[in-house]
């Protein structure tokens, strides 16, 4: 099991807990299936195939939040309240008010909820204790912000906060370009995305291109800046660093597959593991030191 796409927090220093105390904690607040008219559920569900909340290697820890939620779209509601307003209408000789209406789309969604589908979805984090970071697997904030609200009742007292560099990723991006000269350890890969500041954010996008040359220095000339870009770390990690610090498009290239293979699934998702966060870890720390280091707010 790989993160594709991550947000990264940061979390004091002196915040520490274990692999059981996590468990604990979480195991106070399972997963529970929607009931009655509870349109949406969270808790904390198996992050493996152990039955574990908690999965733990190296003072690693990897969890998981599950998400139940009501399949009832407003379409089939107006559908449903729409022809219950018609024979009313019909029966009755009257127009419906907009106060009945209301009331009549109201009862209909009590009907309709509890015999409706539930979508259930699963956010993975992974808290790195060595270096005191939050890693969340989502392709956007508000995916990750929604595991961290629930981390914080959880614990009680998580002060995580999205990883800050002296250095902002656009102006580090944009001054790697400028200076074709990427950060030790880092190649330039052939992925990147110009946007111009101002009222215009006229923008300019590259996929599958090479990066060199006057024409990417001429837009970075006349404003732009690069907004996402595509990086290899060591051979090893390909990805799309953006704007936002968050990271996309994570891959670990083909040089692991003789390295993480094992003779069974359970085996298989160790070995994935450890190699996914250390990897990932060192790559962090040298992205980290690339954009001036870490900002630590008082």
């Known amino acids: 099991m790989w993160f594709k796409n991550i947000l990264i927090y940061n979390f004091p220093a002196d915040r520490k807990i274990t692999a059981d105390a996590l468990q604990e904690k979480l195991a106070a607040k399972p997963l529970l299936p929607c009931s009655g008219l509870t349109r949406q559920s969270r808790g904390w569900i198996p992050c493996a195939g152990d039955g574990r909340l908690v999965h733990s290697f190296n003072n690693q820890l990897l969890f998981a939040l599950g998400t139940e939620q009501k399949l009832l779209p407003a379409s089939v509601i107006n559908r449903f309240a729409s022809e219950r307003i018609e024979n009313i209408e019909a029966q009755q000789g009257y127009k419906v008010g907009r106060r009945e209406r209301k009331e009549i789309r109201e009862a209909i ?169 250390g990897e990932f870890a060192k790559m962090l720390n040298d992205l980290t030191e690339a954009l001036g280091g870490e900002i630590i707010s008082s």
């Open 109 to 277: 969604t009590e009907e309709l909820l509890p015999k409706a589908f539930s979508l259930q979805r699963t956010t993975h984090a992974w808290l790195d204790m060595e270096n005191g970071r939050l890693i969340i697997h989502a392709a956007s904030s508000a995916r990750a912000e929604e595991l961290l609200e629930f981390l914080n009742k959880t614990l009680e007292d998580m002060p995580a906060r999205l990883l800050h560099t002296a250095l902002s990723p656009m102006s580090g991006m944009t001054d790697w370009l400028a200076g074709q000269q990427p950060p030790p350890g880092f190649t330039i890969d052939r992925e990147l995305e110009l946007r111009e500041a101002g009222d215009s954010r006229a923008s300019v996008r590259y996929a599958n291109h090479a990066l060199e040359g006057e024409e990417i220095l001429a837009h970075i000339r006349s404003g732009k800046r690069a907004t996402r870009l595509g990086l290899t770390w060591n051979s090893r990690i390909s990805f799309v660093l953006t704007e936002q610090m968050q990271i996309k498009k994570l891959q670990l290239l083909d040089i692991h597959k003789e390295e993480s293979e094992a003779e069974s699934a359970e085996a298989q998702f160790e070995l994935d593991f450890a190699l996914m966060t």
